[in-house]
Each structure stands twice: as C-alpha cells, then as structure tokens.
T-cell receptor, first 107, second 114 residues
Framework: AQRVTQPEKLLSVFKGAPVELKCNYS??????LFWYVQYSRQRLQLLLR??SRESIKGFTADLNKGETSFHLKKPFAQEEDSAMYYC?????????FGKGTRLSVIA | GAGVSQSPSNKVTEKGKDVELRCDPI?????LYWYRQRLGQGLEFLIY????????KSGLPSDRFSAERTGESVSTLTIQRTQQEDSAVYLC????????????FGEGSRLTVL
C-alpha cells in the first residue's frame, strides 16, 4: 500500500536551532512529493514541492529516491515556524498525506 | 469567493442521523477533493471529483458515505446513519485541475456524533 510515514508526532526545538522534519514514503514509481503546513487557526496550505526545488520561508526539502525520503529542513528555526507539517505524495492517485508532525519552536 | 468555503463549520448529531456537509470550491477549479481527519490521525482521502464526475471514490469507508457535485461547483458529502467513529474533521480542497497538485483547503467541518 502507498504510505507516507512521518515518525515524529511532535518536535520541539529552540529558536535559532536547526530543524529537520522527517518523511519517508513507500512507492516504487516516480512520485511528486510535497510539504503542507497548517499554522494555528489557519487552513492547511502548500509549503513546497520537490519539483520546484525552491526554498520557502527558509525551508528546503530534497527528494532522496534511494532512501525514499523527503525530509524538510531549515537551518535556523523561528517562533513563527511553529505549526503542523504534513508530508504528502502523489503517484497516480490524489495526494496521500502522512499523519503530520507538530513543530514547536521555543523562544 | 476568495477561498474554499465549507459548511457547517461544526455539526453535532446523534448516532443514526444523516448529515450533509457542503463545500464551495474556488471558482474555476475543476478538481475537488474530500478528506477526513480523525483526532491524532493524518488526512484520509475519501473521494475526488473532476468536473461533476468522481473517477476515484476508493476512499469512501462504507456505503453510508456518498458525495455528489453539481455544476462543476458545489459538492455535498452525505453520511447516512452516522456512527460515533464518523466523528472527525471533514476537509474539502480544490485545485485548478486533477493534474495540479497544489490543493487549496477549506477550514473543515467538524462532525461530532454522540
């Protein structure tokens, strides 16, 4: 079955510390990978996608097909990064989401 | 409208009753998706519409669940004979087309079945 695994339910880091939110997927094709974010009292929204190789709000994510991973990274966490983060992929189906990781950045 | 609109935002119902949840997608978006999020769980795909057709309804958990879309716009998710395990936040999302993977989500409808 197609699966997206986010092993950490909660990740707490201090402001200014590096952040890595882990995501692994199980799919043998050529998936598209995404990170979605939900800030407090806001809607779930797209943060970034692997095909555009962009950095959004200081976050980057590299697709590693060998390790089937798509970890989200930021070198220096900010308080406003505190949110719920969902990894998602699309093969030939609508987006499949992981269970999410809540990031808490402590001042 | 400016974004995806869902109603009601909150619904409390008794076990065995039917409920209808409504989604108004962004104007011009041909693809519409329903997801369910139970407490502490990820987003569970329910059904996808391209126009008024549902090419993928594989995620509907039982025949108590149905959905329709009319006018390539509004969609209604109906749950018949609700059970306590149906309690969840039901999220609707839309995208320009089925091949576009940037989904725009509504705020969700929180359903509580007593």
């Amino acid at each position: 079955a197609q699966r997206v695994t986010q092993p950490e339910k909660l990740l707490s880091v201090f402001k200014g510390a590096p952040v890595e939110l882990k995501c692994n997927y199980s799919y043998s094709g050529s998936p598209e990978l995404f990170w979605y974010v939900q800030y407090s009292r806001q809607r779930l929204q797209l943060l970034l996608r692997h095909i555009s190789r962009e950095s959004i709000k200081g976050f980057t994510a590299d697709l590693n097909k060998g390790e089937t991973s798509f970890h989200l990274k930021k070198p220096f966490a900010q308080e406003e990064d505190s949110a719920m983060y969902y990894c998602a992929y699309s093969g030939n189906t609508p987006l499949v989401f992981g269970k999410g990781t809540r990031l808490s950045v402590i001042a | 409208g400016a974004g995806v609109s869902q109603s009601p935002s909150n619904k409390v119902t008794e076990k065995g009753k039917d409920v209808e949840l409504r989604c108004d997608p962004i104007s011009g978006h041909t693809a519409l998706y329903w997801y369910r999020q139970r407490l502490g769980q990820g987003l569970e795909f329910l059904i996808y519409f391209q126009g008024n057709s549902a090419p993928d309804k594989s995620g509907l958990p039982s025949d108590r669940f149905s959905a329709e879309r009319t006018g390539e716009s509004v969609s209604t998710l109906t749950i018949q004979r609700t059970q306590q395990e149906d309690s969840a936040v039901y999220l609707c999302a839309s995208s320009l087309s089925g091949g576009v993977r940037e989904l725009f989500f509504g705020e969700g409808s929180r359903l509580t079945v007593l």
